[in-house]
């Protein structure tokens, strides 16, 4: 029954995917490989923080709720207590 | 940024090669494998080139190694690997190579020969003596009196009747068991009546001595008596292949011609015996000369077979080839050209030319980032110095592939089948072996390790590991604040049996869930108690939890699913569009960045990226109060280009119409810019170059060079650096034509297949919706079918345990092979074609081809 907040979660991932794709590209250390591993980063950052951020704005105002069998409302309301 | 964001540069370079260095030199450049050599002979047949006789010479070498390896084969040895580094030797020693291997070849020869004449000599010997000492029982001629006889009881009377003159002969011998039946009948019919034959199977085998399997030989002992007779058996025997053996009628003669035998074969056995230990102090030394030779002689005829390119300069005193060779590489390879050539007086020289070819493609890979350019060169390898799409390839490969494939359990399965194979990839084991379907795997590891890791992620967030929701965060939906305002009384449930939570009743809708999709179980902590014992359903005794899903379910998902293919989609495409960017800075084409990449992005954002606009203000701003009357955006966007309107829809936003026209005739507006911009801008600069007097040679700064080169179909194929373009003469290139014809085709097929492209990729993505549908659907009747129903038996604990095991045994197996092998590989065939059609077309030609320095390394393995 825990009312789930939204700017909370905004925050914290906008903070984390943040820190990963635009601070982390400063501690790479210098080598051959330096390019590919910012590329790497910066990529990851936006595609893992666009597809969250798409999954939690699809749910931030439903416009139906789920449907659910009369079995299971009674399972939830009658056996646990 | 790293050398994988395009290819290196590489030039042409011309090497002067003084005769007496030129093998030693090409030989180094062989080791070091930096230059890819072009064929300056190519009008000269094969026949007529200078190193012909040597190349000839080398794969007659070749011969006689493949005879020895041969015999080494079958005698059952192997070959031990080369082992260090074998240089190929210089042409003198080629004569030196030639003359031992000849001689190990025709010793080898020889002693087999000898070796097989001896083996057969022993099996006569041997077969010889089988005959004898068969026993074949009483002599036939006995049987016909009565009572007991000796040997020593002549057959017939003699000198008793007309009959006087007739003598038992014995022939004797031995058959091939398959055929002796056949003998038989055919003695019998031939010469019944005059002979009595006994055939037995010989006591022990012999070894053949071709095959040198063992056979079991039938020893024949036929007595007859007539001179025809006599001649035919022999007929017939011969015709049967058969071995004849003298047979003496005394006991005490085959007894001594028996022992005769044996001492010459046990004499034969010994002979034999030192030819086989000769035989195989020679293989010995085949099995030290072999290895180091192979390698050598064929590092010897790659070496000719590159000098065979070269041409000879006109003073014949040194040879001069033609090189693509990376700019990077350049020092050392004039310093593996110096090195090579200090024995003779003058050095050989590398120096740089201009050429109007397209160079190769050079782009250095690690093995993490191999398999990632190979996935793009299956496409087509780049043109020289365009983008590569590889390193960003390397990301959003695994991510659309994860987007297909979402699940935390074969994600995690994925992952740790790519992370063995990673960890064991040192392993000689694993690396030689031969089997293709692993060699593709395992090839692929890194691949498959990203794949399983973004499946992970993905998988977290579509909520499914094995199809099961997982509640991190306790869900957003609460049905008992439901149930309690609306009355939900057990004569209502009874009446209904399905319900929707509706979010507009307060308390009911608790939230968007903080990571990924909601599992919808409903909360724990639900009702002031009731109390009433209801008598439940017959499952709920079950020990096992509830993940009730609700039966609505994909309504929710398949309109988020099929939102999030547009905006991966659009999001995708722009980032290619964009890429096309460099390509254009790079080869000094600023014009397009005006007359194509701006329209074509104002194309796309102006209608594709205001869909994506209007998805996520009806995500953020349509709350659930309106939910009855919520706008359609499929409505809308459809009235937009159709410039009409339905009264029934609701604008989204005030002044939704004005916009959405404007961004209409705007993006229509765009099209005759792509169209005709590009080629009316180059008509114009060529027919300005072509009227403005000519200044000197030069003072033509490089856009004029680049104009002419343009004017052809693949405009920026032949725009390379501009390094190149200032060591070429730009006089002689004045003539160029500039066909608008041709160029206005080719922009007109450019602008039509973005227009209409950008809806039918937009389309195309929704196959992230469609697979990820597919792939939950099956995981979840997996699920349902087979692992449920072990699941939820009744009975013994020990029973149940029993078929639990089998039950998971099969939801085991067809998890890998369905869920895994082939939606996995369903899911990586369609990530892949979003790459390469979808993203690629938007700024990648690869027509390109790579660059294949010659190198001794292949043969080193």
């Known amino acids: 029954m825990t009312t789930h907040s939204f700017a909370l979660p905004i925050i914290i991932f906008t ?39 798409i999954a939690i704005l699809a749910q931030l105002n439903p416009l139906f709720g789920p449907q659910l069998k009369n079995e299971t409302i009674w399972y939830v309301r009658f056996l646990w207590e | 940024m790293g ?53 000839r010479r080398c794969e007659e070498l070749e011969k006689t190694f493949t005879f020895l390896e041969e015999q080494v084969r079958r005698a059952g040895l192997a070959l031990p690997p080369p082992e260090g580094r074998l240089p190929a030797p210089p042409p003198r020693d080629l004569l030196r190579i030639q003359e031992e291997t000849e001689r190990l070849a025709q010793e080898l020869r020889d002693v087999q020969g000898n070796h097989q004449a001896l083996r057969t000599q022993l099996h006569q010997l041997q077969l010889h003596s089988a005959v004898l000492q068969q026993n074949h029982g009483p002599p036939p001629a006995a049987a016909h009196t009565d009572g007991p006889s000796s040997e020593r009881t002549p057959l017939l009377p003699p000198r008793q009747g007309p009959h006087q003159d007739l003598r038992v002969n014995f022939v004797a011998g031995a058959v091939e068991p398959r055929k002796a039946a056949a003998l038989e009948r055919l003695l019998w019919r031939a010469c019944r009546g005059f002979l009595i034959a006994s055939f037995r199977e010989a006591d022990r085998q012999l070894e053949d001595p071709l095959t040198g399997e063992p056979v079991t030989w039938m020893t024949f002992l036929i007595s007859y008596w007539g001179e025809q007779i006599g001649q035919k058996i022999r007929k017939i025997t011969d015709c049967f292949h058969c071995y004849i053996f003298p047979f003496l009628e005394e006991e005490a003669a085959r007894h001594g011609t028996l022992q005769q035998l044996q001492q010459q074969s046990q004499e034969l056995q010994e002979v034999l015996r030192e030819t086989e230990g000769f035989l195989s102090q020679v293989l010995g030394q085949v099995q030290q000369l072999l290895p180091r030779g192979l390698v050598q002689v064929h590092k010897m005829k790659a070496v000719y077979l590159a000098l065979n390119q070269c041409s000879v300069s006109s003073t014949h005193k040194c040879l001069v080839a033609e090189a693509w060779c990376a700019t990077q590489d350049l020092p050392a390879l004039q310093q593996a050209l110096r090195e090579s050539s200090s024995e003779a007086g003058v050095s050989a020289v590398a120096h740089r030319i201009s050429s109007r070819d397209m160079p190769p493609t050079l782009i250095r890979t690690n093995r993490f980032t191999a ?53 064991a990839e040192n392993r000689p084991a694993v690396r030689t072996a031969q089997n293709e379907i692993w060699q593709t795997f395992f090839g692929g590891r890194y691949l498959l390790l990203l794949m399983g890791l973004f499946s992970i992620y993905t998988g977290f967030i579509y909520n499914e590991c094995f199809s099961r929701a997982t509640t991190i965060f306790p869900s957003g939906w609460s049905v008992a604040a439901m149930a309690n305002q609306s009355g939900w009384s057990d004569a209502f449930l009874s009446h209904h049996p399905l319900l929707t939570l509706d979010p507009n009743v307060t308390g009911v809708f608790l939230g968007p869930y903080p990571f990924g999709i909601d599992p919808l179980v409903p909360s724990l902590f639900c009702v002031p108690g009731t109390g009433d014992s209801q008598h439940l359903p017959g499952w709920a005794c079950h020990h096992h939890q509830v993940w009730s899903l609700a039966t609505n379910h994909l309504s929710f998902l398949n309109s988020f699913k099929m939102k999030m293919s547009v905006i991966l989609g659009v999001t995708h495409m ?71 309107s339905s ?54 700064d490089n856009n004029e060079d680049k104009a002419r080169c343009v004017d052809s179909s693949d405009a920026y194929e032949k725009g390379w650096s501009s390094d190149e373009e200032k060591a070429r003469c730009p006089g002689g290139e004045e003539e160029a034509e500039f066909v608008a014809s041709e160029v206005l085709m080719h922009q007109a097929i450019h602008t039509i297949e973005f227009c209409l492209g950008c809806i039918s990729n937009t389309a195309s993505y929704l196959r992230l919706w469609a697979l990820s549908l597919a792939h939950a659907q099956l995981s979840e009747v ?6 449920r129903v072990g699941l939820r038996m009744c009975g013994e604990v020990g029973v149940v345990s029993v078929v639990l095991v089998l039950v998971f045994a099969a939801f085991a197996v067809m998890t890998v092979a369905i869920l895994l092998v082939m939606e996995g590989l369903s899911a990586f065939l369609h990530a892949l074609r979003l790459h390469w059609v979808e993203f690629q077309n938007k700024f990648y030609a690869g027509t390109g081809y790579k660059l294949s320095p010659f190198t001794f390394a292949i043969q080193d393995e």
């Open chain 2, 371 to 423: 398999s990632f350019q190979s996935i793009v060169d299956a496409y087509g390898v780049g043109c020289y110095q365009e983008v590569n799409p590889a390193p960003y390839t390397i990301i959003t490969f695994p991510f659309l592939f994860a987007v297909m494939f979402g699940d935390v359990g074969h994600g995690l399965l994925m992952f740790l089948f790519a992370l063995a194979m990673v960890l």
């Open chain 2, 574 to 644: 722009a980032f290619g569009v964009l890429l096309g960017v460099f390509n254009h800075v790079h080869f000094r084409q600023g014009h397009r960045l005006l007359l194509e990449t701006m329209p074509e992005l104002i194309f796309l954002l102006g209608l594709f990226g205001y869909l994506v606009f209007l998805v996520i203000y009806k995500w953020l701003c349509v709350t659930v109060t309106h939910a009855a009357s919520a706008p359609s955006i499929l409505i809308h966007f459809i009235n937009m280009f159709l410039f009409s």
């Open chain 2, 3 to 55: 050398s994988m964001f395009r290819s290196e540069e590489v030039v042409l370079v011309q090497l002067f090669l003084p005769t007496a260095a030129a093998y030693a030199c090409v030989s180094q450049l062989g080791e070091l494998g930096l230059v890819e050599f072009r064929d300056l002979n190519e009008s000269v047949s094969a026949f007529q080139r200078r190193f012909t006789v040597d190349i």
């Open chain 1, 15 to 53: 903070t984390f995917w943040g820190l990963i794709g635009l601070a982390g590209p400063w501690f790479v250390p210098k080598g051959p490989n330096r390019g590919v591993i910012i590329t790497m980063l910066m990529a990851t950052a936006v595609c893992c923080y666009l597809f969250w951020l």
């Open chain 2, 647 to 700: 009264p029934t829809n609701q604008p989204l936003y005030s002044g939704q119409e004005v916009v959405q026209h404007a961004l209409v005739v705007l993006a229509l507006a765009m099209v005759p810019v792509l169209l005709l911009g590009t080629p009316l801008y180059l008509l114009h600069r060529w027919q300005r170059s072509r009227h403005s007097p000519r200044p000197a040679v030069g003072q033509q």
């Open chain 2, 782 to 787: 997996l699920w349902a079918m087979v692992m």
